[in-house]
């Protein structure tokens, strides 16, 4: 089984609709992290949390919000989607002083 | 001006040959780097890290890090096709590894 678990995999949807990506891990790292990722850009940051009481907005937060459930899920959630948020998502968890560990992704597209 | 620059390739490398990659950063006061390989349509995996000046070894792996002309460079010796990827270069900055900062990679091809 995978350390970190992102569903949905893939997702089509269309423009104004309310999306909730899901991330769950069994590390139990207290750092969880949100990703987006577009071609030529590299991987941007969205939202972070260092434990289950602490979230902080990334580089790129607008339009994106995050829930913190326990220490082994994150939620992100587009309130309401717009074509230019069609990216590739990606969680990753680390614990103190340790390196980054991605999920597999979710490949979102917004007609 | 982009905090971490890479070039993004691709960078086309015979088969056995080494491959470089460099990486700069305008962040004087950063402390750690990474390197992650991003096979396409697949998620960013850990290759090495490193925060002292010098050199970093591991298997086919060296890692270089220069503080004081703030580059970090990705050597792989006896490249394979398997070693066909993006490399992404990531600066840790400060806060004990809490954030990263990454470059838009580099794609390396490697020719048989």
């Known amino acids: 089984d995978a350390d970190v678990t992102q569903t949905p995999r893939n997702r089509i949807t269309k423009t104004g609709k309310r999306i909730m990506l899901e991330c769950s891990q069994t590390?139990?790292?207290?750092?969880m992290y949100w990703y987006r990722q577009d071609p030529g850009l590299g991987l941007r940051l969205i939202y972070y949390?260092?434990?289950?009481?602490?979230?902080n907005k990334g580089e790129i937060s607008d339009g994106y919000s995050v829930s913190r459930q326990a220490q082994a899920k994150f939620s992100l959630s587009l309130e309401s989607a717009i074509p230019n948020q069609t990216a590739l998502y990606f969680c990753?968890?680390?614990?103190?002083?340790?390196?980054?560990?991605f999920g597999d992704g979710t490949r979102l597209s917004i007609l | 001006q982009k905090e971490v620059e890479q070039n993004s390739g691709p960078l086309s490398v015979p088969e056995g040959a080494i491959a470089s990659l460099n990486c700069t950063y305008s962040?004087?006061?950063?402390?750690?780097f990474f390197w992650y390989r991003q096979y396409s349509g697949k998620s960013p995996e850990l290759i090495m890290f490193?925060?002292?000046?010098g050199d970093k070894e591991d298997g086919r792996f060296t890692a270089q890090l220069n503080k004081a002309s703030q580059y970090v460079s990705l050597l792989i010796r006896d490249s394979q096709p398997s070693d066909s990827a993006t490399y992404l270069c990531?600066?840790?900055?400060?806060?004990?590894?809490?954030?990263?900062?990454f470059g838009a990679g580099t794609q390396v091809v490697v020719t048989p």
């Open positions: 990753a968890t680390a614990g103190s002083n340790q390196p980054q560990h």
């Open positions: 590390k139990g790292h207290d750092r």
């Open positions: 949390s260092f434990d289950v009481k602490d979230i």
């Open positions: 962040d004087r006061g950063s402390q750690s």
């Open positions: 490193i925060y002292s000046n």
């Open positions: 990531a600066d840790g900055r400060t806060d004990s590894w809490g954030k990263l900062q």
